[in-house]
Structures are given as C-alpha cells and as structure tokens.
C-alpha cells in the first residue's frame, strides 16, 4: 500500500496550523482575562477609595456636630450659672435692704381709689411716673417665680428661657443648609 506522503504533509500542516491558532487564542484570552482582572482591582480600588472618602467626611460631620453640641453645653451651662448666681444675688440684696422692687402706677387710674402723689424723687429713673415699692417678703417671692421649683425639680423663669434658646440654637444649627446631608 501506498501512503501518499503528500495528503500526510498537508495533515501535518493543517495539525500545526490548528495547534499553532489554539496556542494564539489561548494566548490572546489569557491576555484579555489579564486586563479584565487587572480594570477590576482598579476598579474595585476606586470603589473603596471612594468609599474611605465618604466615610471619613462623616466622621469629619460627625466631629463637627459632636463639637458643636460641647460648645452649645457649655454655653448653656454657663447661661444657666450666670442666672443662678444673678438670681442669688438679687435674692440676697432683697433680703438685706439693700435693693427695692418698685412698680409703676397708672396715676390716671383714679376708680381704683389709689390715692399716690404724682411727683417723683430725683433719683427716679422713669420720668415723673408714679411708682409704689413692694415689701421686700413680697419682693422676695416675685423673684422666687423666676428660680427653680425645688418640690418638682423644674425649671422655670429664666432657666426655661435659657434652655428654649438654647434647643431653639441647636435646631437652627443642626437644620441650616450647610450642615445639612446630601
């Protein structure tokens, strides 16, 4: 039998071809699976770039909140002992003389058959206006309004005021367009 060496020289070929182009591909995917995983990492790295960005901005809103709120308490608790300590004082002057509540009178008022002179002393600070002093006890007690209510642990008078303006601050700050998320 006669092998024609011609048809197993063009099978050869066509085998070394067919090797040769898998070896291309195999080549050729190898690279692409590189560059795919390769714009991954990088992709994946600029995700949590971002990500640690973003996070560190929260932290940086978080610090300045937190700041906020120590100095809005301190400047509260200093409100609070600076009418404290007016309010013992005033107390204190009352209690010793040293200090008398006056009130204004309507002088035209005259139904109420409030008979008072309508001159005033020179050290009046009011312009003529007829003015009445209260007992000092009853003095005493309307300056009592303003303290704080010992049998209820509430506040009242100034310290409510004082802490209004200071939740109506923190509202105002936290709810201002700078500090606001997005």
């Not at 560059?35 to 994946?44: P, R, V």
């Not at 120590?70 to 300590?85: I, L, V």
């Not at 001159?119 to 309307?142: E, K, S, W």
Request: proline letters at 3%.
């Amino acid at each position: 039998m006669l092998v024609p060496w011609k048809a197993v020289g063009a099978l050869a070929l066509v085998l070394i071809g067919a090797g040769s182009a898998w070896q291309f591909q195999d080549w050729r995917y190898r690279q692409q699976l590189a560059e795919q995983a390769q714009q991954h990492a990088e992709t994946l790295n600029q995700l949590t770039q971002a990500a640690a960005t973003a996070q560190q901005a929260e932290q940086d809103k978080r610090l300045a909140l937190e700041q906020r709120l120590a100095a809005s308490e301190q400047t509260h608790f200093r409100k609070m002992t600076d009418a404290q300590r007016d309010q013992d004082r005033l107390r204190d002057r009352l209690a010793t003389s040293d200090l008398r509540l006056s009130v204004l009178l309507d002088a035209t008022d005259a139904a109420k058959g409030c008979e008072v002179p309508t001159t005033t002393g020179a050290g009046g600070v009011d312009h003529a206006a007829v003015r009445a002093r209260l007992d000092p006890t009853h003095a005493q007690r309307i300056i009592a309004i303003t303290d704080t209510d010992t049998d209820t642990d509430t506040d009242t008078g100034d310290r409510g005021l004082i802490a209004l303006q200071a939740c109506q601050a923190y509202v105002k700050g936290v709810s201002s367009p700078a500090h606001a998320t997005p």
